[in-house]
Every structure is written in C-alpha cells, then in structure tokens.
Nanobody
C-alpha cells in the first residue's frame, strides 16, 4: 500500500511563494497535487508522469505552479509562486497505477492513495 506524507504548507502574503513536498513509498510513476477548500469539491492542480516527464496543470495555476519529482527519490514537489488568496486550500498529493496526467486530474475519485494534506493560507 502506498503511503504519502505532505509537508511544506504555511501562511504567506499575496505574491509570495511556497514549496510543497510529498514523500511517497513505494515508487509510483503517476502522481499529482489536488486542493480543497472547505465546502467545495477537491480539484486537480497538477500531475506528472515520471515515465516521460510529462506535466499538466489546471488553468488556474498554469505559469505560477511547477510540479516536479526529485531524481532518484520518491518525492514529489509543488513549487508555488505569485500566490493569491484564492490559492488558499488544503493541498493533497495522490497517486494512481491506472491514471496519469489529465486522466489523474479528471478522475480523482478513482485514485489509489492520498496524503493527509497540508494547509496553504494566502493573505491579501
């Protein structure tokens, strides 16, 4: 069973930056980041296919967030810059053996494993 542990959340001012990390065990090629605001549905943020390096991003974060994997390590990152108050959410990493890229972001209910989440708060 895959275990995921997120870290790196915190409070920043609008325009600031944060890096989220997700330690995964064992190795899974397809991983992604999601976020959830209380009362709303969880939404896909970004996903990466480590087999070919392909990355995909939700329109709301494109150009501001970067998803990456550490070479040779089972660690997923989300570098967030130019943060806005509407980025405030609980951020979760997830994995899937069946869905990758856009498929992962669109099929969140069918993913295999989720972390416990890390809170990001952006103040104006």
């Amino acid at each position: 069973q895959v275990q995921l542990v997120e870290s790196g959340g915190g409070s920043v001012e609008s325009g600031g930056s944060l890096r989220l990390s997700c330690a995964a065990a064992p190795y899974i090629s397809c991983m992604g980041w999601f976020r959830e605001v209380q009362g709303n549905e969880r939404e896909g943020v970004a996903a990466i296919d480590d087999s070919d390096g392909e990355t995909v991003y939700a329109d709301a974060v494109k150009g501001r967030f970067t998803i990456s994997r550490a070479n040779g390590e089972n660690t997923l990152f989300l570098d967030m810059s130019n943060l806005r108050p509407d980025d405030t959410a609980m951020y979760y990493c997830a994995t899937s053996q069946h869905f990758c890229g856009w498929g992962m972001l669109k099929n969140r209910r069918l993913l295999d494993a989720w972390g416990q989440g890390t809170l990001v708060t952006v103040s104006s």
